[in-house]
């Protein structure tokens, strides 16, 4: 269960392993190179971030992990097992909320149980999940009923009630206005450490993939290939004013051919 396992701090997350990746698409007869060998291993319980330019592959790699394409070469492993399709254990958090506008909170949490047809026997993990994101008070709102953070913990919530081993992050925070996006990085923290899955995050703010992770890998323009895979040596909670972290950011904009406008 989502909240005994918070209790316990129990290690659910699952170790992936990205073995010699390239991808490309076909785009009208003609060949589009987005991934060109890439490896990388994520440990249970890691939160590992991916930076680099818009368009150069991130989204791509994030979807290949989650099982929704098949990589072109190479593979990709959750506890030495191929992913070669979509699981529930590995669930994917986008920018938009993308709740149902006609069904109340609680019923948009539900909606994985639903489908699976596990609502009757497990419909406490709602409840759980809701006390989790600090939506308990909210179960009956509707989506229009809510601000852009409560949106997003509802589909937080709705990830969590199928009690994942990896969380596949792609710019979940990116529409939110800068307080609230500060306070959700916060929380997405803490939760993380509660419950202990794995999580993949793809941004395109260097303070919040340093502030966030345990790791931080820097890929270059398309096809992405990876520069640098940093490790933050921080401990929980950090303080955004920590001067290591200005270093590693500095570190980071160079990476990114960015560090002369800073």
Not at 171 to 187: A, C, N, V, W
Not at 218 to 242: E, M, N, Y
């Amino acid at each position: 269960m989502v909240g005994s396992l918070a209790a316990q701090h129990v290690t659910i997350g699952a170790a992936i392993e990205v073995s010699d990746v390239s991808h490309r698409f076909d785009l009208d007869g003609q060949t589009l190179p987005v991934l060109h060998r890439i490896s990388l291993r994520i440990q249970p319980g890691e939160l590992v971030s991916l930076l680099g330019p818009s368009g150069c592959g991130k989204s791509t790699l994030l979807r290949l992990v989650a099982g929704l394409e098949t990589p072109t070469i190479g593979t990709i492993t959750a506890d030495g097992a191929l992913i070669t399709r979509p699981d529930p254990s590995r669930v994917v958090m986008f920018q938009d909320p993308t709740l149902y506008p006609w069904r109340t909170v609680k019923a948009n949490v539900s909606l994985g149980l639903e489908a699976r047809g596990l609502l009757q026997r497990q419909g406490h993990r709602v409840e759980e999940a809701l006390q989790l994101v600090g939506l308990t008070q909210f179960a009956t709102a509707y989506p229009h009923q809510l601000s852009g953070g409560m949106a997003q913990r509802v589909s937080l919530a709705r990830a969590l009630v199928n009690d994942p081993r990896l969380m596949l992050l792609d710019e979940p925070l990116g529409k939110l206005d800068s307080m609230t996006r500060m306070t959700m990085q916060q929380e997405l923290v803490s939760l993380c450490q509660r419950t202990g899955f794995t999580s993949l995050l793809v941004t395109h703010d260097v303070e919040e993939a340093l502030f966030m992770s345990n790791r931080v890998v820097v890929l270059s323009d398309r096809p992405a290939t990876i520069k640098a895979d940093l490790a933050i040596d921080l401990p929980f909670p950090r303080h955004r004013g920590d001067p290591r972290l200005a270093e590693l950011r500095r570190e980071v904009l160079s990476l990114l051919g960015l560090d002369t406008d800073w």
